[in-house]
């Protein structure tokens, strides 16, 4: 990830935590209507998830250049993930849902320029819960 795409990231954080309830409503929403699939992935979710979720971007954008303050947080999902049967397949489900809901909510202010970087930083952490969920999976 580049130093550019961190700075939008880091950027965009305060707009986030302004608006963050928003967008993780909406993207269940989009998540369900348009991958109904998932829907049992979420079935013994608490009512917080939009908020829990919503806490892991802002915590994830304003830490961007300091994932190692994220550990803790991205083991608790690596083992939520685990024990609900998160998959690699889901995440781009995820990525089109939270991408869309980030425009929807942001209107003109999502420039393409900020869902290019969003996109980057979705997939690189993907990427790297795909990895240590893959792992997680084999000890299991």
């Known amino acids: 990830m580049t130093e550019n795409t961190k700075n939008i990231i880091k950027a965009t954080a305060p707009v986030l935590k302004e608006r963050k309830d928003e967008i993780t409503e909406t993207m269940y929403k989009i998540l369900f209507e348009k991958y109904p699939e998932t829907k049992v992935l979420f079935k013994d979710a608490t009512d917080d998830q939009p908020k829990k979720l919503a806490n892991a971007i802002y915590a994830y954008a304003s830490n961007i250049d300091q994932l190692q303050n994220l550990q803790k947080g991205l083991e608790t999902m690596v083992a939520t993930h685990v024990k609900t049967n998160i998959q690699a ?33 979705y997939e690189f952490l993907a990427n790297i819960l795909i990895a240590k969920e893959k792992e997680a999976y084999l000890k299991a």
């Open 89 to 121: 397949k889901h995440y781009p489900m995820v990525q089109d849902a939270l991408l869309t809901s980030i425009k929807q909510t942001l209107g003109d202010a999502c420039t393409s320029e900020v869902e290019e970087a969003w996109s980057t930083a």
